[in-house]
């Protein structure tokens, strides 16, 4: 009993692969192949000339006894091969029907020592492989996530745009990809990096109009940042990253004409920036801080009277029925005189009990000199239907300057998944434009695949 405790411990950890040994029937010829010996360490192990026979048949009485433990549908009445029966043995072993069958199981694991030790050179050979893999591999702390997005449009313009090669009315293709890879050290930090890339084109397209994917047909890194905590802080600093990155932003409506983005607070409640700093801390109960600061990467250098810096800052509240967020941001224009803007901007969201969400939000930008103020906003619906999500938006087509004509936007979208993995949204627009006697229209279906 003491030999069946021994070979007991060696086998209950071998791993679930060798199950699948079970449904492969090996012959002799097989067994003495050269591939067999990276696989096998065990020295009892010399061919398969030691066996009794290749295969087990019904009046054997390990062919019976596995019968009766096993239960199995392999023994019918037909032969076994002795892998096979190992096989089975050893799931005997692994399901601990060995403690209840101690005498039997022992008599089967002299009977099938030698099938048994092949398998278990199978296994310490898999599991060299496998751990020379995990060597090569990314650290346990790395993940990688990614998706592709591709785009069909359509679109009618009012009139083709001086110089850019677009037509008035086109069909258009394109794909966005991206990766992300994701780093903790610490548990509670995160160093995250980005690559995209993408081949939208054109100003006057779908694509375009409606802000989607890279435009540059090559893999490069995107954004470089990595976000820890500081007491109560989390703070993010990085290379191509928004200084808004730990704001708070109410704005619960998704975007199609990339014009009315952040529920049309695009430049205070989501400012954007280049090398940066942000910081974004929750207090009381629900409420949320975030500031930020950002400068060039460039030539000009961070904070100098050349770079084109930003700050800002952003105060928000939610909870399950209702949201708010009102931003600050000041973009500075750099070498140029008089060319900075103060942007302020609020957004909000609104849930009541089985009616969807209405949202929206307004910018202002006060602009130094003679520049003319700006103003802009977004107001919309979104609602489950069916399996997606259906929404609604209408608002000023960017930000309008004071004096001039305004000019709306509408969007309608539908969002549905296709899978866990998979889904589309089929969406459509109409776009004003200031001097153009026709609007521009269009229609088009994203397919989005996330890994």
């Given amino acids: 009993m003491l030999r069946f405790m021994k070979l007991f411990q060696k086998l209950i950890a071998a791993p679930a692969i060798i199950s699948m040994a079970s449904g492969l029937a090996v012959n002799a010829a097989e067994i003495n192949q050269p591939e067999f010996s990276p696989f096998t360490k065990s020295p009892e192990v010399i061919s398969t000339g030691d066996f009794k026979s290749d295969l087990l048949v019904p009046g054997d009485w390990a062919y019976d006894s596995l019968k009766d433990l096993s239960k199995s549908p392999r023994f019918n009445g037909s032969p076994v091969h002795r892998i096979e029966a190992a096989a089975e043995l050893n799931r005997l072993i692994a399901g601990g029907e060995g403690l209840m069958n ?29 751990n020379g893999i995990e060597a090569g591999s990314f650290s346990e702390t790395t993940s990688m996530s990614g998706k592709v997005e591709m785009q069909i449009g359509a679109g009618s313009n009012g009139a083709a745009i001086v110089g850019d090669n677009n037509n008035e009315e086109q069909t258009t293709f ?15 930090d995160k160093l995250n990096i980005e ?32 976000t820890f905590p500081l007491g109560r802080w989390d703070v993010s600093v990085g290379d191509s990253m928004d200084l808004s990155k730990n704001f708070p932003n109410a704005c619960a409506l998704g975007t199609i004409v990339d014009a009315m983005d952040d529920c049309g607070a695009k430049n205070a409640v989501d400012a954007g920036g280049d090398v940066s700093v942000s910081l974004g801390t929750e207090f009381a109960d629900g409420w949320e801080f975030g500031f930020g600061f950002s400068g060039d990467s460039g030539t000009s250098g961070i904070a100098t009277k050349e770079s084109t810096d ?23 224009g750099g070498a140029t005189a008089n060319s900075d803007t103060t942007y302020y901007g609020a957004t909000a969201y609104y849930t009541p009990e089985g009616m969807g969400t209405l949202s929206g939000g307004v910018e202002i930008g006060t602009k130094q000199g003679a520049n003319k103020d700006t103003s802009q906003f977004k107001v919309g619906y979104a609602t489950d239907l069916g399996e997606g999500t259906f929404e609604v938006g209408f608002g000023t087509n960017g930000a309008i300057a004071d004096g001039s004509n305004e000019v709306y936007a509408y969007e309608a979208s539908y969002s549905f998944p296709i899978n866990d993995g998979v889904s589309m949204t089929a969406f459509g627009y109409i776009a004003e434009v200031d001097g153009q006697d026709e609007d521009n229209s269009g229609l088009g279906l994203t397919t989005t695949f996330k890994f």
């Avoid at 394109?174 to 509670?188: K, M």
Wanted: net charge negative.
């Fill in 195 to 226: 690559f995209a890339a993408g081949n939208a084109a054109g100003t006057n397209t779908v694509q375009g109009l409606t802000g989607f994917g890279e435009s540059q047909d090559a893999l490069t890194i995107e954004d470089v940042n990595y």
């Fill in 102 to 130: 101690g005498a039997a199981i022992e008599r089967l694991s002299d009977e099938l020592g030698s099938e048994l030790a092949i398998m278990k050179g199978r296994v310490d050979g898999l599991e060299a492989r496998v």
């Fill in 174 to 188: 394109a794909y966005h990809y991206e990766v992300d890879l994701n780093t903790s050290f610490t548990g509670d």
């Fill in 310 to 332: 930003g700050l800002g800052a952003a105060l928000g509240y939610s909870n399950d029925t209702y949201g708010f967020t009102f931003g600050y941001a000041l973009a500075d």
